[in-house]
């Protein structure tokens, strides 16, 4: 058996709060962690949603039911989660979430844009945020909030 691989179009989706205009000063990419979504985790950020600041927030790309087939039958709890990684094939997920926050940050940073941003992760999403900070993406500020650098993180490449 041979493993191969193939490239092509995908698309995602990914919640924000706020416009980016000539007012905004500050625009925020919130990161989630493990098991969650964005369209809920970005709401527990609506107290910096104003005029002057957006919040964008990514979802991960692999999503699951939180529950087993059993548990779900049971209860009629049907939620699904997000990941952005695991360790099966985790070089290809990781490249692919690092393609899909650069596609996002093209699409909605604009040009020149005189701002700051602030990179926010959470558990899992503390890795994430990290590894997109190292690919030279413009940011000035990295939080992470329950979570940690991967432990493959290049802080050589980094400074």
């Known amino acids: ?9 995908f698309s995602a989706r990914y919640y924000k ?3 980016i ?3 905004t000063k500050h625009v925020w990419f919130v990161i989630h962690g493990y098991g969650q979504l964005a369209k809920y985790f970005l709401p527990k950020f609506s107290a910096l949603i104003n005029r ?8 991960g790309l692999s999503r699951f039911y939180l529950d087993d087939i059993t548990s779900r039958t049971q209860s009629g709890n049907n939620r699904v989660g997000a990941t952005w990684m695991t360790r099966e094939n985790r070089l290809i997920d990781i490249q692919n979430y690092l393609d899909y926050l650069h ?3 093209k699409k909605e940073i604009p040009q020149g844009y005189n701002g700051k941003i602030t990179f926010f992760g959470f558990s899992q999403g503390a890795a994430t945020v990290s590894r997109w900070a190292l690919t030279g993406i413009p940011f000035h500020r990295l939080i992470l909030w329950a979570g940690i650098f991967p432990p493959d993180m290049d802080f050589k490449r980094g400074k």
Do not use: L
């Open 1 to 9: 058996m041979i493993e191969k691989e193939i490239n092509f179009n």
């Open 17 to 19: 709060s706020g416009e």
């Open 21 to 23: 205009t000539n007012d």
């Open 52 to 59: 002057e600041t957006c919040v964008i927030a990514p979802e």
């Open 103 to 105: 596609t996002i940050f």
